[in-house]
């Protein structure tokens, strides 16, 4: 079975410093990962994914994550975050047929001046 | 395009009555996703459709849950004899078959139960 460990509930910071969110999966097949961000009072949208390829994923608002099979991680990191990016930001993990996401339980990131 | 949209937004019930959720995927979507948040957790799968056949179930889904995509297009969700524990917000994502891996979310039906 899959799963998907944030160990993170909460991570506060201060605008234009560097943040890393964690994640962790356990799975016994091949592994595709990704990360969700639910801004408030909006929906789950993907922000990014890890398929195949190049472990360093990146998203277009300056997120990045890399895939580490050795340590079953898959960190969401930024190096200079904004107020606009505080939001829950999920962890997920498919199986090969994309039949479902198992999902973390969520870090949320606060952002202050 | 005009992403996936689910109605109601909100739902209040008392508890025994029954519910039903309604989800609109992308247009041309062939994959669709029914997932449950409770608060402070991440989304627990329930079920999803391939078309119109449903391929999977979680064990989440009790038997008083009930789910359909009769023409491949909307899907419904029915919760009959409504618990307290139901309460939860309950999401729809849709999936192309050119990239299934990318599910799109809806803004979710938020159910609680008196």
């Known amino acids: 079975a899959q799963s998907v460990t944030q160990l993170d509930s909460q991570v506060p910071v201060f605008e234009e410093a560097p943040v890393e969110l964690r994640c962790n999966y356990s799975?016994?097949?091949?592994?595709?990962l990704f990360w969700y961000v639910q801004y408030p009072n909006q929906g789950l949208q993907l922000l990014l994914k890890y398929l195949s390829g190049s472990t360093l994923v990146e998203s277009i608002n300056g997120f990045e994550a890399e895939f580490n099979k050795s340590q079953t991680s898959f960190h969401l990191r930024k190096p200079s975050v904004h107020i606009s990016d505080t939001a829950e930001y999920f962890c997920?993990?498919?199986?090969?047929?994309?039949?479902?996401?198992?999902f973390g339980t969520g870090t949320r990131l606060l952002v202050s001046p | 395009d005009t992403g996936v949209s689910q109605d109601p937004r909100h739902k209040i019930t008392k508890r025994g009555q029954n519910v039903t959720f309604r989800c609109d995927p992308i247009s041309e979507h062939n994959r669709l996703y029914w997932y449950r948040q409770t608060l402070g957790q991440g989304p627990e799968f329930l079920t999803y459709?391939?078309?119109?056949?449903?391929?999977?179930k979680s064990r989440l889904l009790s038997d008083r849950f009930s789910a359909e995509r009769p023409k491949g297009s909307f899907s419904t969700l029915e919760i009959q004899r409504t618990e307290q524990g139901d309460s939860a917000m309950y999401l729809c994502?849709?999936?192309?078959?050119?990239?299934?891996?990318?599910?799109?979310f809806g803004p979710g039906t938020r159910l609680l139960v008196l």
């Open positions: 799975s016994s097949v091949s592994v595709y």
């Open positions: 459709f391939q078309n119109e056949a449903q391929l999977e």
């Open positions: 994502a849709s999936s192309s078959r050119l990239a299934q891996e990318t599910q799109y």
């Open positions: 997920a993990v498919s199986d090969e047929g994309f039949q479902k996401l198992v």
